[in-house]
């Protein structure tokens, strides 16, 4: 508005406004890598283009087990909803071609012997009612068959039929959605972090894994696997290539007894797909670790999965994880409160390969964490000397009582000389 009123010059404005768009910093958000396993283990893959539909209608069972629950509960109540309409619909037939739906009928049922084919089925909603009644099992007792029509036993038999096949097929799905493994899996926790540290000597990847349910997972095994774009020397790019990488167990077998949280190892050696990565390396890198936990549950006998996965933002190198096992009267107590936190630590930041070539590295660090830690508590040692010394300087100050007197030592001679003690 100034500008337009030529008070202010527009130029002027103009080269403002860029001064101050030029101070302002942008910052860019870096676009998040598409994650292959989520870190609640749900695989991040959309299926499109799929033509062949009618494989899925192949194995109904499944389909309605992996359906949401919204769509389970209309599909439950559609089929019963449809079957009573289905046979109150053939009921109805049935009676109108015996001629129970004649009013005449009503009269000649007292003077003549006249037996409907069900009784008391007057309207397409009696037949309804029945119909319900002879699916359910239910039998108010107002309605009931006769042996006047042999097509309505033929229909009575058909129906009990299906009814017992769409309870058997609803009843199974609703039992195999409540008591699915992935809800098993969410009681199984991983730490939301990696770390990378030294162990025995050798660079290590490392999490921690844990139960929070007393019933046990039986048979427990954990598989690592790295996924990542690889291009092969024909120039064929792969954008999931899976690697398995070893975990190590001091048991012979895989698995493990999850009894208690867990820091699962993985040694960095020649087989490993991270022997040539340091840790400057690893922010660089576009790869994923994907943690698969397998096992048998033991109240049901159902084999459960649950899975993560760290990317290279999620890998804290040089660091461990704090202890949170301790024992309390007998009893070992787990603080799940810090099942996450960790602590760092001295770790080399070359590359696996450099660390086997040249082990004198690990010694130097080692040296060099010693001589720090050493510093830090004379350092500590020298604050605290101070802080006393000031502590009880300002005591004196402030409580005339420590002061010491002064004493005056009289000679033989007479004089008199002031001495402090």
Known sequence: ML?????????????RIAAENLRKPRIRDRPRKARFIAKNGACNLAHKNIREQGRFLQDIFTTLVDLKWRHTLVIFTMSFLCSWLLFAMMWWLVAFAHGDMDP?????TNSTKWTPCVTCVRSFTSAFLFSIEVQVTIGFGGRMMTEECPLAITVLILQNIVGLIINAVMLGC?????????????????????????????LCFMFRVGDLRKSMIISASVRIQVVRKTTTPEGEVIPIHQVDIPVDNPIE??????????????VIDKRSPLYDISAADLALQDLELIVILEGVVETTGITTQ??????????????????IVTEEEGVYAVDYSKFGNTVKVAAPRCSARELDEKPSILI??????????????????????????????????????????????ITPEGSQSASET
Do not use: D
């Open 3 to 15: 500008a337009r009123k030529s008070i202010i010059p527009e130029e002027y404005v103009l080269a």
């Open 104 to 108: 005449s009928t009503e009269s000649t």
């Open 174 to 202: 609703i039992f195999m959605k409540t008591a699915q493994a992935h809800r098993r899996a969410e009681t199984l926790i991983f730490s939301r972090q990696a770390v990378i540290a030294v162990r025995n000597g050798k």
């Open 253 to 266: 077998s895989n698995n493990i007894f999850l009894v208690a949280p867990l820091i699962i190892c993985h």
């Open 364 to 409: 130097q660090t080692l040296q060099k964490s010693e001589l720090s830690h050493q510093n830090s508590l004379r350092k500590r040692n020298s604050m605290r000397r101070n802080n006393s010394i000031r502590r009880s300087n300002s005591m004196r100050r402030t409580n005339p009582s420590l002061i010491v007197p002064k004493v005056q030592f």
């Open 306 to 323: 649950a899975r993560t996965s760290y990317v290279a933002e999620e890998i804290l190198w040089g660091h461990r994880f704090v202890p």
